[in-house]
């Protein structure tokens, strides 16, 4: 039973991660148990375990839904992932190996390629967990996954402008050759320019 959960947990993650859960939506445990063909136990024990990690509400009574995050929350969220992402970047780069460069260098390519598509959330997300996983600190990676999660579930690249959007995309090749200079330094001023530039989009900036 645990490992029925823990699969409905990484499905229902990647599916919430990629947008086909939007923010707000709500989790049926019996319409979740038949599309995904498992009883409700591990679809329960999947939503907890999803609450825990702050993709999920819980409420009594009306069920489980997609987290919501007011403004403030959001503010709170960039406000860490800027005071930690730079820093796992930088710490991430001279620890990148040949093949994890050309990965990168790869997700960055398509990222430019397929623009405002379907795919872009899932490619943003393997970039940025490819940095955080070469960091090699578990505890900074913990604290990340968290925050780097809460924001994407309320990341939607159709609301970007295109100005906005390129330079997200442009930021993602910079770092890339950043890494390959070997100049963390460089890749963590544009880790901080590439946040600043998204949280301007999703909630207007600073306060």
Same mark, same amino acid.
């Given at each position: 039973m645990r490992a029925a959960a823990e699969q409905v947990a990484e499905s229902l993650r990647d599916e919430i991660l990629a947008g086909v859960f939007p923010s707000g939506a709500r989790l049926g445990e019996a319409e979740l148990a038949g599309r995904l063909s498992v009883s409700r136990t591990p679809v329960r024990e999947a939503l907890s375990r999803l609450a825990a990690e702050g993709l999920v509400e819980i409420q009594p009574?009306?069920?489980?839904?997609?987290?919501?995050?007011?403004?403030?929350e959001l503010r709170e969220i960039f406000e860490i992932r800027l005071r930690l992402e730079p820093y796992a970047v930088c710490r991430a780069?001279?620890?990148?190996? *040949? #093949?994890?460069? =050309?990965?990168?260098?790869?997700?960055?390519?398509?990222?430019?390629t397929v623009g405002r598509s379907s795919t872009l959330v899932d490619l943003n997300?393997?970039?940025?967990?490819?940095?955080?996983d070469a960091a090699g600190s578990p505890p900074l990676a913990?604290?990340?996954?968290?925050?780097?999660?809460?924001a994407v579930v309320h990341q939607n690249f159709h609301d970007y402008s295109e100005d906005a959007l390129d330079r997200?995309?442009?930021?993602?090749?910079?770092?890339?050759?950043? *890494? #390959?200079?070997? =100049?963390?330094?460089?890749?963590?001023a544009i880790m901080r320019a590439h946040l600043c530039n998204a949280r301007a989009t999703m909630i207007g900036g600073r306060p």
């Open positions: 009574n009306r069920g489980a839904r997609v987290v919501t995050r007011t403004p403030d780069v001279p620890r990148l190996t *040949a #093949r994890q460069l =050309d990965e990168l260098d790869d997700l960055a390519t398509t990222m430019v997300r393997c970039f940025h967990g490819l940095f955080i913990q604290a990340l996954r968290a925050v780097t999660h809460a997200s995309l442009r930021h993602h090749v910079e770092m890339v050759a950043a *890494a #390959r200079a070997g =100049d963390g330094e460089w890749a963590e």
